[in-house]
C-alpha cells in the first residue's frame, strides 16, 4: 500500500469515527431530552393531582378537626359555581370528610334559579337531619338575596356585615314587548306554535288578562313556597313584618332587627369562636377550562331550543 492510499485509508476511518461519535452526541441528547421532558411531565401530572386533592379539602393539612366551607357564589343557576351540582357536591364531600367539625356557607348571590336554590335547601336540610353533631353555619359577605338568602335560610343560624344587603324574598318573571317597535321598523313575527298559549311570552304578542292571571298565579305559587321555607329555617325569630316577604331587601343591621340575620361574624370569626376549629379547608372544586367550555355551549344549545324566557324561568 502506498504512502497516498494509507493516507486516504486513515480519513476515511477518521469520518467514519466522527460519524459514529457524532452519532452517539445526537442519541445522548435525544435521550436526555426525552428523559427531561418525561420528568417535567411526571411533575405536572402530580401537582394536577395535588391540586385536585387539596381543592377537595382532603389533603395538605394536618389537623384532626377544621371547618369545613362551602361557596355559594355568583348567580344559582344550572351549571354555575352557585348551582345544585356543585354546591351539594361540595356539601357531601365536607360532611364525608370525618375531620369536619362544622360547616359554613359563605354567600354571596343576588339569587337566580327557583329551582336550583330550593334544590339546595333540601339538600342542606337533609345533611343537616344527616349528621346532627356538625353544625352548618351561613355567613352573608357581600349580598346574600333572593336565592342566596332562600339557601342561607337552611342554616343553623346566618351572620352577615352591617353592610351586607339581605332579604328579596319575592319572585320574578321578566319578559318584554315590542310590538309597536316592531311594527315602525316594519319586522314581522313568523313563530308558529300549536297550543292556545303556547306563545304566552312572546315579545310581538300581546299578553291577555287570563294569561297574566295565570302567571300571577304561578308566581304566587312559588312566592309561597319561598316564604315557607324562610318561616321553616327562621322560625320564631323571624319578626311579625309583612315587609319581610314584600321582595324588600335591607342592610345587615336591619336584617337583624327583623330577625333575617343572627349578628355580625366573619366566616374566620365563626370557625373560631362557635365550631371551635380555626383551621378552614374550602371544599368547592374549581372547573377546568374543559368544563367551562362544556356548560357554555350547553346554554347556549338550550337557549337557542327552548328559547331565552323557559331557560331564565321563574327566578328569586
Known amino acids: ?185 316594519g319586522i314581522e313575527s313568523r313563530t308558529l306554535s300549536a297550543g292556545e298559549h303556547k306563545t304566552i311570552l312572546d315579545p310581538f304578542k300581546p299578553v291577555s288578562d287570563a294569561e297574566k292571571a295565570h302567571l300571577k298565579t304561578l308566581l304566587t305559587s312559588t312566592h309561597e313556597q319561598f316564604i315557607s321555607a324562610v318561616k321553616r329555617g327562621r322560625g320564631d325569630r323571624l319578626q311579625d313584618n309583612p315587609d319581610i316577604f314584600s321582595g324588600l331587601f335591607w342592610n345587615g343591621g336591619k336584617a337583624k332587627e327583623l330577625g333575617l340575620v343572627d349578628g355580625f361574624k366573619t366566616t374566620r370569626e365563626v370557625a373560631k369562636e362557635l365550631v371551635k376549629a380555626e383551621e378552614i379547608i374550602k371544599f368547592n372544586k374549581e372547573k377546568t377550562l374543559l368544563d367551562k367550555l362544556a356548560g357554555k355551549v350547553s346554554s347556549s344549545v338550550s337557549n337557542i331550543l327552548l328559547g331565552t324566557e323557559l331557560v331564565q324561568g321563574i327566578r328569586y
Open 1 to 185: 500500500m502506498n504512502k497516498d492510499t494509507e493516507n486516504q485509508a486513515i480519513k476515511s476511518l477518521e469520518k467514519v469515527a466522527l460519524a459514529g461519535i457524532e452519532e452517539q452526541r445526537r442519541a445522548r441528547r435525544w435521550g436526555i431530552f426525552f428523559k427531561i421532558a418525561f420528568l417535567l411531565w411526571g411533575m405536572l401530572l402530580l401537582i394536577g393531582v395535588i391540586g385536585s386533592i387539596a381543592s377537595q379539602g382532603k389533603v395538605l393539612t394536618t389537623a384532626k378537626a377544621f371547618t369545613a366551607v362551602v361557596d355559594v357564589k355568583g348567580v344559582i343557576m344550572d351549571g354555575a359555581d352557585a348551582g345544585y351540582t356543585q354546591v351539594t357536591s361540595a356539601l357531601r364531600d365536607a360532611y364525608d370528610d370525618s375531620r369536619t367539625k362544622g360547616v359554613v356557607l359563605r354567600i354571596n348571590s343576588p339569587g337566580g334559579s327557583a329551582v336550583q336554590s330550593a334544590m339546595i335547601y333540601d339538600e342542606i336540610k337533609r345533611l343537616r337531619t344527616e349528621h346532627k353533631d356538625i353544625p352548618v353555619y351561613a355567613v352573608i359577605q357581600d349580598v346574600g338575596a333572593s336565592g342566596g338568602y332562600y339557601i342561607a335560610a337552611a342554616a343553623d343560624k346566618i351572620f352577615a356585615n352591617p353592610s351586607s344587603i339581605v332579604g328579596s324574598i319575592g319572585v320574578r318573571l321578566d319578559s318584554y314587548g315590542v310590538m309597536d317597535a316592531a311594527k315602525k321598523l
